[in-house]
């Protein structure tokens, strides 16, 4: 396998790295003084190696990426030296740093709908370093410029080039979209391409396949790679050696086999525990058939389906297509899916936000086809809900106590003392300290806010939960704890739940009862270990065997499985 | 600004002129000191004017002089006092027209945006159609139904301020409106809906707050522009009469024939104040809008620069 080739171990003596970075610090200026954003970081990057730097956000890991392209803001102070092919990036003038980018490092982005310019065809974007460059010292002619981006989408797999080169952004799907960022990337064959996030903002089976990519392109072209990411299980899957960054400064650098075999350094141990793992830890372990069937049903939902209106003349959207389940009380229902599922459509239709259009959805007895917000307020109380960003969801006016209070003075008359005592007493259950009450959201960090969030979903001890993605914003050792509490809370008080996420690892370690959903449609539901580890569907294993786990060796195999997955269709 | 600060530093003016540096800087400074003068003109325009408004003189269009510093205007007014009483009269126009279209615009945005439906559609065509009108012509035909064109002091304030009230609400609503239809959106007024609290519980708690953090910004330009609408109010003859109030745009429109004669000082000094005041409030503004936003606003260089000034200071 390629992994183990000679050109895929650490940089050799003699062989000339693509990347030297050496003592790189960068400052930023802020309204609250200086911010060290990197502190002192080396490493560097030997010709067809893949390192991969990771770190949880405000690692500096994405500052470290920028700093090589000469990309950060007005405000940052670098110093240091960032060596690409003989030329300090740091220092040299504008003009020559120009000249570098796209010719000798290209840089790939997280979010490929917003990297690609909506009002030029992809042909004339990757046309366009083509044309800025001038390769070989002459103009690059309409048609020599058309002749090879058609080259480059070859390159990165995009079937039918010769046609696609005109097509636009939006005709593309995510992943394609993707491809063509690093066919762009790919124009002036750079010999490293810088990957920021390249597979975040994708779904599992697309971001399989664009790791594919990366690798091909590796093996085939011998380009170095940087990727930044903070998903330990796309580092395994991809990286030959890896930094690990944590507050500016790296913690530890080492081959993947030997990070993820043993991990000397404290932060690295406890990073590397804290990703969810897939078949460890599952909620429904040792079940062998559905618990909780004695008791009330709370959510049950009959044919349920769900349409957007479309446009004038446009047909309306269906996001949910005769989907029935049922979920009882006491019961973790985790529902699965990737984006444009309709996993959150339901979700929210539970919870009122959004209406049904056919089919039967009864909640706590209420039939949500009939929907109107005055008969269902009372049934409010009995419904929580966590929603996505735990930033967002807060008002930021106002303090974390009066977020939580809010429902308990809507449905309850308890008096001023009553209800502050009892939102501290909240707060206390989610393991935050009564004090928290006086803060403001943006004094919070990320998990704090969601165990908050919780503490608010919970306030009126309600029949029903319904937790939308609520870890899917959080740095992985924090999720950690979040599912834990969650778990804890969940076994203490009791209620039933609603868990969505794309995650397969956190809902396994949640929820007893699976279901997966794939356009719309509910392709299997059953008990979480019995769907992680015998999948029926075809959908649900691709989408088992395209999740990345983060052991190397382990990932190989799994890598193996899913090509041939994918052959065997 | 994770950091508390104290009450002082946090107030809006304060805590912009503590966030800005070099050219943005000088512009607020150079606002901020022109609006105060504006303002304490206002305030102490009874004892600062030499004479009263409407005290007429025998000496008609005379020079300047020492009785009378700016001169006099051709019906017999002191320039100088004129000038200075006349920030009062700006003043109060300025004050009541945007607060009365403020306090509309705001609940008429917040309601529109968050209820939609026809009603907002409604509101939406109405603002639009005003906005349509031309601003100035609008404010005629306001003037003239209030108040028959001309009148006293306290029904001129009101007629000038409400004709600019009409021709404001549009920007008010608009910006408040939209703002409504962005926060709607947003997962923390969606939670309030889930943890069951009424649509006026969610207007006033959650996105009042949250949508007028952009209005001091619009106060300023507006204000900027209250003058010169009723300068223009003034200069057209739909202004406040000479003997209830002064009023720059009424002593500009009187200057007219004056300055094809050679006689600068009538129209000369009036004018000046009206540039002067807008000049003011609109960098005021422009300056608070530019330090508002992160993006727009500078900063100092970290690191290297602050450590060499520090060594050209030491070595100085």
Redesign the interface.
Same mark, same amino acid.
């Given at each position: 396998m390629s992994r183990h080739s000679e050109n895929g171990v650490a940089p050799e003596a003699g062989l000339r790295p693509v990347l030297d970075v050496r003592d790189l610090k960068v400052t930023f200026a802020t309204d609250a003084g200086d911010v060290f954003a990197v502190k002192d970081v080396s490493f560097n990057v030997a010709p067809g190696e893949i390192v991969a730097i990771v770190g949880e956000s405000g690692s500096g890991k994405t500052v470290t990426a920028k700093a090589i392209l000469g990309l950060l803001p007005e405000t940052a102070q670098s110093s240091g030296a960032v060596i690409i092919s003989g030329n300090d990036v740091i220092s040299v003038s504008p003009h020559q740093l120009r000249q570098i980018r796209g010719r000798d490092v290209a840089m790939v982005f997280q979010e490929p709908s917003t990297a690609l310019n909506p009002v030029y065809t992809v042909g004339w974007q990757i046309a366009e370093g083509l044309r800025a460059h001038r390769p070989e010292g002459k103009r690059v002619g309409r048609k020599e410029a058309r002749k090879l981006a058609i080259e480059a989408l070859d390159k990165v797999g995009i079937p039918d080039p010769e046609k696609r080169v005109d097509y636009y952004p939006h005709q593309f799907s995510g992943g394609q979209k993707q491809r063509v960022v690093i066919a762009a990337a790919l124009a002036l064959n750079p010999g490293l391409i810088v990957a920021d996030e390249p597979t975040t903002a994708l779904d599992v089976t697309v971001q399989a396949e664009i790791l594919e990519l990366l690798r091909e392109l590796r093996d085939k072209f011998g380009t170095s790679i940087v990727l930044i990411t903070h998903n330990m299980g796309v580092v395994a899957d991809l990286a030959d050696r890896v930094v690990v960054m944590f507050q500016g400064d790296v913690v530890e650098e080492a081959t993947a086999e030997v990070l993820f075999a043993n991990p000397k350094k404290d932060y690295t141990q406890k990073l590397l525990a804290a990703v969810p793992h897939l078949g460890r830890n599952s909620a429904s372990a040792g079940f062998s058939e559905r618990a909780f069937q004695d008791k009330e049903v709370v959510v049950e939902a009959r044919e349920l389906e769900i349409e957007y209106p479309g446009r004038l003349g446009s047909p309306a959207f269906r996001a949910v297509d005769k989907v029935s389940f049922t979920i009882s009380a006491g019961e973790v229902f985790g529902l699965v899916g990737e984006s444009g599922s309709g996993k959150t459509t339901i979700g929210r239709a539970i919870a009122g936000l959004n209406r049904t259009t056919g089919g039967s959805l009864k909640v706590l007895g209420y039939e949500m086809l009939h929907y109107k917000e005055r008969s269902f307020r009372k049934h409010r109380k009995d419904v929580g809900f966590v929603f996505q960003d735990p930033a967002a969801s807060f008002n930021p006016h106002l303090s974390i106590g009066e977020c939580v209070a809010e429902p308990l003075i809507i449905h309850t008359d308890m008096s001023g003392p009553a209800v502050n005592r009892k939102v501290e007493d909240l707060l206390e259950s989610v393991q935050l300290p009564r004090a928290y009450a006086k803060r403001f959201p943006h004094e919070l960090s990320g998990g704090q806010r969601q165990r908050a969030s919780l503490a608010r979903g919970l306030a009126l001890s309600p029949k029903l939960l319904i937790a939308d993605e609520p870890t899917s914003a959080l740095d992985v050792s924090v999720q950690a704890k979040v599912l834990e509490l969650f778990r804890e809370i969940q076994s203490e008080l009791g209620f039933a739940a609603l868990f969505i996420s794309h995650d397969l690892a956190v809902v396994d370690i949640l929820a007893e009862w699976v279901g997966v959903l794939y356009k719309g449609k509910m392709v299997e539901q059953g008990i979480g270990h019995q769907i992680m580890g015998k999948p029926q569907h075809h959908y649900t294993k691709r989408l088992l065997s395209s999740l990345p786990v983060p052991n190397p060796a382990e990932q190989a195999q799994r890598r193996a499985l899913h090509q041939e997955l994918l052959a065997s269709r | 600004?994770?950091?508390k600060q104290s009450l002082f530093s946090r107030l809006p003016v304060i805590s912009q002129l503590k +966030?800005s540096v070099g050219l943005q800087r000088g512009m607020l400074v150079t606002g901020l000191v022109m609006t105060i003068a504006f303002l304490l003109t206002a305030a102490f325009a009874p004892w600062l004017a030499p004479y009263g408004f409407s005290q007429r003189f025998d000496q008609t269009q005379a020079p300047p002089s020492a009785t009378h510093l700016w001169g006099t205007t051709a019906g017999g007014y002191d320039v100088l006092s004129r000038t200075l009483w006349g920030a009062q009269t700006a003043f109060l126009v300025i004050v009541v027209a945007v607060v009365l279209s403020i306090f509309l615009g705001v609940i008429l945005g917040l309601v529109s945006g968050y209820l939609g439906g026809w009603l907002d559609r409604v509101l939406v065509v109405v603002a639009d159609a005003i906005y349509a009108f031309p601003t100035l012509l609008l404010a005629m035909v306001m003037s003239i139904a209030i108040s028959q064109g001309r009148s006293s002091l306290w029904s001129g304030i009101f007629s000038a301020a409400i004709s600019i009230t009409v021709v404001f609400i549009p920007q008010y609503f608009r910006v408040i409106r939209a703002e409504t239809i962005r926060l709607k959106a947003?997962?923390?007024v969606?939670? @309030?809906? $889930? $943890?069951? @609290?009424s649509s006026v *519980?969610i207007m006033a708690?959650?996105i009042y +707050?949250?949508a007028t953090r952009t209005l001091p910004l619009i106060f300023t330009l507006n204000a900027s522009e209250a003058i010169l609408t009723l300068a223009g109010l003034g200069f057209l003859g739909f202004g406040i009469e000479p003997s209830s109030a002064a009023e720059w745009g009424y002593d500009l429109n009187h200057a007219q024939s004056d300055a094809t004669s050679g006689i600068w000082w009538t129209g000369l000094f009036p004018g000046l104040a009206i540039v002067l005041t807008v000049l003011g409030l609109t960098l005021l503004g422009e300056s608070m809008n530019d330090l508002n936003d992160p993006r727009l606003r500078g *900063? +100092?260089? @970290?690191?290297? +620069?602050r450590a060499r000034k520090d060594k050209e200071l030491v070595d100085a």
């Open positions: - | 600004m994770e950091t +966030k947003e997962p923390f969606e939670s @309030a809906i $889930v $943890v069951g @609290a *519980r708690r959650h +707050k949250n *900063r +100092k260089r @970290a690191g290297k +620069k």
